[in-house]
């Protein structure tokens, strides 16, 4: 095995791949190869200088698949050849967060491929074992790059108190916003609106299993969207959190309802405290997700509520990763990957 590798890095202005030295892990981490790593939209916005945490350069890759190569001396949980892919909140496991069952906001959190010394868009990768899922025989490497996306939807709908029987609305039809469609009908609920500017991404989201769709251009958007919910709505997903979508969310789910911002915003928005107390609503962020998660997104993979074909539309091999980029930057793509041949 050779000891260097190639690696992407970000920079102002520039996606890169560089030759670096093989990393060697410590007794409690393993050794992956990387076989497939997927363009989030964190990465873009990072990429163009709009993440609020996640500074250049950095080290992409956090949507990861590949085979274990070597393991540690402490460790019993995977070993060599096993399909893995990767939890990449990285908890110190000691502060109250993470002693409470929410390792996934640790107080001391690092994320592994976003600001961390390595990432996952690189030959190999080093990583604690306790960070990795075993991949299940039955899903290929291009499913199994969908379990990390598909967690932070499954999550926010655990975190929203739940969907079955309810009225939804998802703002958004991107890559963030069509997996919360899948997470919310594997959950139960009633009814699907979702919006977006773009004709393709609403006839996609209708594909999907949405309900009913609405051109979010529309001057008239929040009785647009009530008329085709046929009432108020009870949970609310922000996909895209700028100011325009988080007043949307917060009219529509007046009153009671609760607003879910799973969206990234890129700067502050002004909300109406007095509405939100007086009609008893609910404004939820929603980070990443936790173990439970994953096993969650797996079972919607394995029932076919999530798939490769109609998620990943382009592939891209890693020498190429500034057009991966570019690609996802793009509006018309669902989920770009990067795979290292």
Same mark, same amino acid.
């Given at each position: 095995?050779? #000891?260097?590798? %190639? %690696?992407? &890095? $970000?920079?102002?202005? =520039?996606?890169?791949?560089?030759?670096?030295?093989?990393?060697?892990?410590?007794?409690?981490? &393993?050794?992956?190869?990387?076989?497939? !790593?997927?363009?989030?939209?964190?990465?873009?916005?990072?990429?163009?200088?709009?993440?609020?945490?996640?500074?250049?350069?950095?080290?992409?890759?956090?949507?990861?698949?590949?085979?274990?190569?070597?393991?540690?001396? #402490? $460790?019993?949980?995977?070993?060599?050849?096993?399909?893995?892919?990767? =939890?990449?909140?990285?908890?110190?496991?000691?502060?109250?967060?993470?002693?409470?069952?929410?390792?996934?906001?640790?107080?001391?959190? %690092?994320?592994?491929?976003?600001?961390?010394?390595?990432?996952? *868009?690189?030959?190999?990768?080093?990583?604690?074992?306790?960070?990795?899922? +075993?991949?299940?025989?039955?899903?290929?490497?291009?499913? @199994?790059?969908?379990?990390?996306?598909?967690?932070t939807p499954v999550h926010a709908?655990?975190? !929203?108190?739940?969907?079955?029987?309810?009225? &939804? &609305?998802?703002?958004? @039809?991107?890559?963030?916003g069509l997996l919360v469609l899948?997470?919310?009908?594997? /959950?139960?609920?009633?009814?699907? +609106?979702?919006?977006?500017?773009?004709?393709?991404?609403?006839?996609?989201?209708?594909r999907l299993g949405a309900d009913?769709?609405?051109? /979010?251009?529309?001057?008239?958007?929040?009785? @647009?969207?009530?008329?085709?919910?046929?009432?108020?709505?009870?949970?609310?997903?922000?996909?895209?959190?700028?100011?325009?979508?988080?007043?949307?969310?917060?009219?529509?789910? *007046?009153?009671?309802?609760?607003?879910?911002?799973?969206?990234?915003?890129?700067?502050?928005?002004?909300?109406?405290?007095?509405?939100?107390?007086?009609?008893?609503?609910?404004?939820?962020?929603?980070?990443?997700?936790?173990?439970?998660?994953?096993?969650?997104?797996?079972?919607?993979?394995?029932?076919?509520?999530?798939?490769? #074909?109609?998620?990943?539309?382009?592939?891209?091999?890693?020498?190429?990763? !500034?057009?991966?980029?570019?690609?996802?930057?793009?509006? #018309? =793509?669902?989920? $770009?990957? +990067?795979?290292?041949?």
């Open positions: 095995m050779s #000891e260097t590798m %190639r %690696r992407v &890095v $970000v920079r102002p202005g =520039e996606i890169v791949v560089e030759e670096a030295d093989r990393p060697t892990p410590l007794p409690h981490e &393993v050794l992956v190869e990387t076989t497939v !790593s997927g363009v989030c939209g964190s990465d873009t916005h990072a990429s163009h200088g709009r993440h609020p945490f996640v500074p250049l350069p950095y080290f992409p890759g956090h949507e990861v698949v590949g085979v274990v190569r070597e393991a540690g001396a #402490e $460790v019993t949980s995977v070993k060599p050849g096993d399909r893995v892919t990767v =939890e990449p909140t990285l908890p110190c496991w000691e502060c109250k967060m993470c002693t409470t069952g929410r390792s996934n906001v640790c107080e001391n959190l %690092r994320f592994f491929g976003c600001g961390y010394e390595q990432g996952g *868009m690189a030959d190999f990768f080093t990583i604690p074992a306790n960070r990795l899922h +075993v991949i299940p025989d039955e899903l290929d490497n291009f499913q @199994a790059a969908l379990i990390e996306p598909l967690s709908v655990r975190l !929203s108190g739940g969907v079955e029987g309810k009225a &939804v &609305v998802i703002i958004g @039809a991107g890559t963030i899948a997470a919310a009908r594997h /959950a139960g609920a009633r009814r699907i +609106v979702m919006t977006d500017m773009l004709p393709s991404k609403r006839e996609r989201a209708l009913a769709v609405v051109d /979010a251009s529309r001057s008239d958007i929040v009785e @647009a969207i009530r008329g085709e919910l046929g009432e108020s709505a009870d949970v609310v997903f922000d996909c895209v959190a700028i100011q325009p979508t988080v007043d949307q969310a917060i009219a529509l789910a *007046m009153k009671a309802g609760t607003v879910m911002i799973v969206g990234v915003p890129a700067s502050a928005v002004m909300v109406p405290l007095p509405q939100i107390q007086d009609l008893q609503m609910r404004i939820q962020g929603s980070a990443t997700y936790l173990p439970e998660d994953y096993q969650t997104a797996i079972e919607i993979i394995l029932a076919g509520g999530v798939t490769a #074909e109609d998620f990943i539309t382009s592939r891209f091999p890693l020498d190429e990763v !500034s057009e991966a980029f570019a690609a996802s930057s793009g509006g #018309e =793509e669902v989920k $770009v990957v +990067v795979t290292r041949l």
